[in-house]
């Protein structure tokens, strides 16, 4: 059974710039979630998609939106970058998105300069 | 509001000694409780979990019990090995926010 894959594993953009990062999750997996895990934040949540649907979503501006398609893959967006924006950004999908057992991919790694 | 207090690192260690990683947490309700691994240049791997009271999560000789009475969940393993080194973080997450919470993690490095 193929995991979570991530799509691009490294980026790097120029401030200002917008940038598209993809998450396939395992397959019948219907829950996508998003971190952004950084040296001095640690792993922090940005939001949760399950069914198409956003049902929560973390402390970060609005330049952070992200989407899930009816095969359950899913994309996040962030505008306008900035230099803090660099982290690395790690999609995890689980059957359910209740308190089960999340998998992670491997993360795509963003660089701002 | 929720969150997770792991202990400082890094934790540096001899092959064959004792690991213990403290973890306590703050959560309203009663919260699933998880220790995730993040080797070198991969993303998060569940080791164990728990989901009430008293349960204990084990996997691959690491072991650790819910303690709602002192609101811990402290990692634990008996002989660790080189392959261990890795950052160990402690989450949780709460019944209808279809989140984790995480720890700031704490690196571990195994010396043979």
């Known amino acids: 059974k193929a995991g979570v894959t991530q799509t691009p594993r490294y980026l790097i953009k120029t401030r200002g710039q917008q940038v598209t990062l993809s998450c396939s999750p395992i397959?019948?997996?219907?829950?996508v979630s998003w971190y952004q895990q950084t040296p001095g934040q640690g792993l922090q949540f940005l939001f949760e998609y399950f069914s198409e649907t956003q049902r929560n979503k973390g402390n970060f501006p609005g330049r952070f939106s992200g989407r899930q398609f009816s095969n359950s893959r899913s994309e996040m967006n962030v505008s306008t970058l900035e230099l803090g924006d660099s982290a690395l950004y790690l999609c995890?999908?689980?059957?359910?998105?209740?308190?089960?057992?999340?998998?992670f991919g491997q993360g795509t790694r963003l660089t701002v300069v | 509001g929720n969150s997770v207090t792991q202990m400082e690192g890094p934790v540096t260690l001899s092959e064959e000694a004792f690991l213990t990683i403290n973890c306590t947490y703050t959560?309203?309700?009663?919260?699933?409780l998880f220790w995730y691994v993040q080797y070198p240049g991969e993303g998060l791997q569940l080791l164990l979990k728990a989901t009430k009271a008293d349960d204990k999560g084990s996997n691959k000789g690491f072991e650790a019990t819910y303690r709602k009475e002192t609101t811990s969940f402290h990692l634990e393993k008996g002989s660790v090995q080189v392959s261990d080194s890795a950052v160990y973080f402690c989450a949780l997450s709460t019944s209808g926010t279809y989140k984790y919470i995480f720890g700031t993690g704490t690196r571990l490095k195994v010396l043979a």
């Open positions: 397959s019948g997996h219907r829950s």
């Open positions: 995890a999908s689980s059957l359910e998105g209740e308190i089960t057992e999340a998998f």
């Open positions: 959560a309203t309700g009663y919260p699933s």
